[in-house]
């Protein structure tokens, strides 16, 4: 057994595992956090894409340990204040999920790219982006069109917002 210590969907959590745990076996028997599925355990389907540190990771292959002191964020962190995020919206509105088995580390995909579209310096949505992004992430049902549209549309959203926020922004400094 070992203590790992790490911060979760931006809490400080220290949990008793097994030194063989997996990230995943961690966050849904441990902590209760059953949103990243267990799919191939091989590190072949992304259902258990979780964010680590920011970037896409899969749990189901990264030890517990190994993220000893790091932060990790579940797609049950993923709204703000109780409100989906602008993705899960996008998601339910559009009908990108069917079975939703895949859904959660679609989720957490489409989350660190559209963070990484928001931080670029000229970003530009592309949906050979959007498709690279997501590429580790398999999908048996809906063929991904509407995935695909539910990640343009929520990047599209959020890079409005903030324009919008940033012209308000130089709107007041003048």
């Known amino acids: ?5 790490l911060q979760v969907n931006g809490e400080g ?3 008793v595992a097994p030194v063989h745990w997996t990230l995943l076996e961690l966050l849904r ?5 059953i949103g990243s599925k267990q799919g191939c355990d091989k590190g072949d389907c992304g259902a258990c894409t979780v964010l680590l540190d920011g970037k896409p990771t899969l749990s189901c292959i990264t030890l517990a340990v190994a ?6 964020e579940t797609v049950e962190g993923l709204g703000v204040g109780g409100e989906p995020h602008p993705l899960q919206r996008e998601f339910a ?7 939703g088995f895949c859904t959660p580390g679609v989720l957490m995909s489409a989350a ?7 931080s670029s310096a000229e970003p530009v949505v ?7 992004a997501l590429g580790g992430n398999l999908c048996r049902c809906t063929g991904y069109t509407k995935i695909f549209e ?3 549309a929520a990047a599209t959203q959020i890079l409005q917002r903030s324009k919008a926020l940033a012209d308000t922004s130089t709107d007041d400094a003048s």
Do not use: F, N, T, W
Not at 1 to 5: A, D, F, G, K, Q
Not at 94 to 99: H, S
Not at 126 to 132: E, N, V
């Open 67 to 72: 993220v000893q002191g790091r932060c990790v």
């Open 1 to 5: 057994m070992v203590i790992c210590r």
């Open 93 to 99: 509105e559009r009908g990108a999920a069917q079975c």
């Open 29 to 33: 028997y441990q902590l209760g956090l």
């Open 13 to 15: 959590v220290a949990v």
């Open 112 to 118: 660190a790219y559209l963070d990484e579209l928001s």
């Open 126 to 132: 592309r949906q050979a982006d959007i498709a690279a």
């Open 150 to 152: 539910a990640v343009h």
